[in-house]
């Protein structure tokens, strides 16, 4: 049915603030007059709620529109989510929008669009009040590239987008939307780090929830045989979405094409998907990934993973066996070439060493990491306020963080903590010094922009990454006293040994100074990057 056939059934009460739908105009709760509610067309610069300036219109659904907006109360920028004007006055349309933040409201997860409110402007306007990512889709950076993501790139996006799903699904909810629209990467936030976004068609398992006035909902080139069908729907609904994501990724196109939405459709139902070999090489696909994209694309759920963790997991297995790969590689094609990145290798010069100290040890003498760990500091941004105290801070870091914690409980690390101000953690290289090094500031990074966001109180955090006992170095070559670390240079946010130096990837690292170890009285570098990553 088309738009113009909407019916206007959703009523308003003033008095007592709620919605109606049906043929009385009387609010059977308090007897005053039921209003037909009246679509808000927000304008840029218009004041919504007394409270929301429009700023600028950033995004369209199916049934909402998306704004940019200054929330005058709490001194952020938000997403708005508004319907829109056409859908304003449906009881339908308006019970799924309101579904969308309900649902929302259960999922707490760093890699899921953050829920602020949602409710009523006193004119019956319904609004969503969303966290505002600053970044761009997956779909606008594949179109700006014109191909796919790198490959490491690519798979991490999917692990943190399957990390994502995984806590969608323990919650009870099916996303349905799963596409590269819906994915951000978020500018300040580490390399290939997502937000899922847009809970518009999201709904509990079962029989698909469609709105009669509206017909199918959903996007053909990204939607399951069970959505096309109108079927039930679960957690292997949003697997065969990632299925068809990975393609978008790795080589810049959806499995299935077709000149019409019901030529996807029938290819949904009925063609096999292309393998990634035929489209990017078989030397450009990482051993196992074809065998893991399969089932995803099954046509039968009941032929596909149940559970977005099992499919995360395997995912990992064959990053790892990738990135060994590509170790290895390097090794053999550059073995007399300095281990070094090329930052590094040009800011840290040799220091001679002062009178009456020995030299300390070569790091190319060393052997490689066997475990990197970090000591975090969250503090609080003293200002004019109440000031809170470490055991709150302890708490206000516990809820914030967990996600991040759990992610990285996941990666194998072992994390003590929030105890007070302080979280420990100690990550194991397995090989591959240089992608634990390098996961590992890029999620203190992203530690920092989540304790960042927080209104009250201001929140920052500090860390210290240190080398745990460096494999075929001497006993008297110990990691850095991570506390004393911190105490470095308070200019800078993370301080790093010169182990850990070695291996720090691209990011640009910077010599402050030698000091005397709590352990050794021999001075050590240290070495400092910001935490919003390079």
């Known amino acids: 049915m088309s738009i113009k056939h909407l019916q206007s059934d959703l009523l308003y009460c003033r008095l007592c603030n709620r919605h109606f739908r049906g043929r009385s105009r009387i609010c059977p709760t308090d007897g005053a007059p039921l209003e037909l509610v009246t679509a808000f067309d927000g304008r840029i ?28 109360l709490t001194h952020r920028d938000v997403a708005l989510k508004l319907l829109k004007t056409e859908y304003a006055s449906n009881s339908t349309s308006a019970q799924r929008f309101l579904q969308e933040a309900r649902l929302l409201r259960k999922v707490e997860h760093p890699g899921i669009v953050g829920l602020h409110r949602f409710g009523r402007t006193p004119d019956g306007t319904l609004l969503i009040d969303m966290e505002l990512v600053d970044g761009e889709a997956v779909r606008d950076r594949v179109l700006r590239m014109g191909r796919g993501l790198d490959m490491q790139t690519a798979l ?47 709904q509990v398992p079962g029989p698909i929830v469609q709105a009669d006035e509206i017909g199918v909902v959903g996007t053909p080139a990204y939607m399951s045989p069970e959505q096309v069908r109108a079927g039930n729907i679960d957690a292997r609904t949003d697997l065969y979405l990632v299925g068809c994501v990975t393609y978008e990724l790795l080589t810049g196109e959806p ?159 072992d994390v003590s903590g929030p105890a007070g101000r302080h979280i420990e953690i100690r990550m194991p290289c397995a090989g591959d010094e240089r992608g634990a090094v390098s996961h590992l500031l890029d999620t203190l990074a992203s530690m920092h922009a989540q304790l960042a966001r927080i209104p009250e109180p201001r929140l920052q955090a500090r860390a210290a990454v240190v080398a745990d006992r460096p494999a075929g170095c001497s006993t008297d070559v110990q990691g850095l006293d991570p506390l004393g670390l911190l105490d470095v240079s308070p200019g800078t946010q993370i301080r790093v040994d010169e182990y ?35």
Request: glycine share 8%; charged share 20%; with cysteine.
């Open 45 to 72: 610069g218009d004041i919504l709620d007394q409270r929301y300036e429009l700023k600028a219109q950033i995004g369209a659904g199916g049934m909402g529109t998306v704004f940019r907006a200054h929330d005058t």
């Open 156 to 202: 991490y996006v999917l692990d943190n987008l399957l990390a994502a799903l995984a806590a969608c699904h323990d919650a009870g909810v099916v996303h349905c939307d799963v596409k590269p629209e819906n994915i951000m990467l978020p500018r300040a936030g580490s390399v290939g780090l997502c937000k899922l976004v847009d809970f518009g068609i999201a």
């Open 255 to 413: 499995p299935f094409a077709g000149a019409t939405a019901l030529d996807l459709c029938t290819s949904q139902l009925l063609d096999e998907a292309p393998t990634l070999a035929s489209r990017l090489g078989a030397a450009q696909v990482p051993s196992g990934l074809e065998a893991w994209l399969k089932p995803l694309m099954a046509k039968s759920p009941d032929q596909r993973p149940t559970s977005a963790r099992q499919v995360r997991e395997g995912l990992r297995a064959i990053r790892t066996e990738m990135r060994k790969n590509l170790s290895d590689e390097r090794m053999s094609s550059a073995r007399l070439s300095s281990l070094r990145p090329p930052s590094s290798a040009l800011l840290r010069r040799p220091r001679t060493p002062g009178r009456g100290v020995p030299a300390v040890r070569s790091q190319e003498s060393g052997g490689d990491l066997q475990v990197v760990r970090a000591l975090v500091e969250v503090s609080q941004i003293v200002g004019k306020g109440v000031t809170y105290g470490p055991e709150a801070i302890e708490q206000i870091a516990r809820h914030v963080l967990a996600g991040t914690l759990d992610e990285l409980r996941q990666a194998g690390a």
């Open 500 to 534: 850990v130096a070695r291996w720090a990837g691209r990011r640009a690292l910077v010599r402050l100074t030698s000091v005397p170890s709590v352990w050794r009285l021999q001075p050590t570098d240290i070495y400092a990057t910001s935490l919003h990553p390079v």
